[in-house]
């Protein structure tokens, strides 16, 4: 059975006493979470021994880094190694985010690199794919996310990919308030696992989870996760706010 997970990303947000409070409001709060379920917490650098220490002996409740570097160590000032996050006993980081793509210019070659180096020191890349608005108004997704997929992953061994969690988040629907229809989502989302099936057979396809990111809520989140092939989601704004994450959580099949 695959893993379901909800995953807040709080990007750039929240002092740490305001991102206290707010994992404090949420562990308050009863959530379900089933043995198959995760709950992860992508807080910003300076939080995560903090939040770590918060989510100390709950169950399938982990903390995330958002990003991390290509290279184990070295002269990469202001960089932040897997090396580092492993000593925090941080299990999970983000790649390839659309706004890094976009701001800070990562390659889909250097997201390979990010990749590697997370399977190489037991940290689970949460990998980050999707497409602008004007490439959904062309009808490109399909091959733009295929694209994405066989740069940044088609390199790695059956054993590999399936350690390995997608985010599929269209860009157009990413603070914007538009969501992709459950429809639109789950069309695309089973398009991903087709593309990993063609590559690595459909068992292993149906090993990975993939997320869907983009506007997600408490009030759609039912409906998106229900799809078939639709593991729980990526969350930014929504997670930023107690009850509507907690019912996100709740909202995983």
């Known amino acids: 059975m695959r893993k379901q997970i909800a995953a807040a990303n709080w990007k750039m947000n929240l002092t740490l006493q305001k991102g206290e ?11 379900e979470l089933k043995t198959n379920q995760a709950a992860i917490f ?4 300076p939080y995560l021994a903090m939040a770590k220490q ?13 990003n991390c570097y290509s290279k184990l160590n070295g002269a990469y000032t202001g960089e932040t190694s897997v090396e580092m996050l ?28 990010k990749v590697n180096i997370c399977l190489e020191n037991n940290i689970t890349p949460i990998f980050c794919c999707g497409e602008a608005l004007e ?30 969690v997608i985010a ?20 695309i989302h089973a398009f ?27 009030n759609n989140a039912v409906e998106l996760f229900s799809q078939p092939d639709v593991d729980g989601g990526l969350v930014g704004g929504a997670s930023l706010n107690a009850t509507e994450f907690v019912a996100i959580i709740n909202a995983l099949k």
């Open 54 to 66: 918060k989510v100390a002996g709950k169950q399938n409740v982990f903390i995330a880094a958002q």
């Open 168 to 187: 599929y988040e269209p860009i157009w629907a990413i603070g914007t308030g538009k969501t992709a229809t459950s429809n639109q989502a789950q069309e």
């Open 192 to 218: 991903i696992r087709a593309e990993f099936a063609a590559k690595y057979g459909e068992a292993i396809a149906n090993n990975i989870s993939i997320l869907y990111g983009g506007s997600v809520k408490a």
């Open 86 to 113: 492993q000593s925090l006993g941080i299990q999970y980081v983000i790649i390839g985010h659309s706004e890094r793509r976009e701001y800070f210019n990562e390659s889909n070659q250097l997201l390979a690199e």
């Open 21 to 31: 409070e707010l994992l404090d409001a949420i562990l308050a709060i009863p959530q």
């Open 42 to 45: 992508a807080v910003p650098f």
């Open 135 to 164: 490439i959904r108004e062309a009808n490109g997704q399909n091959a733009f996310v295929a694209n994405q997929l066989e740069q940044s992953l088609f390199h790695l061994s059956a054993e590999e990919i399936v350690k390995v």
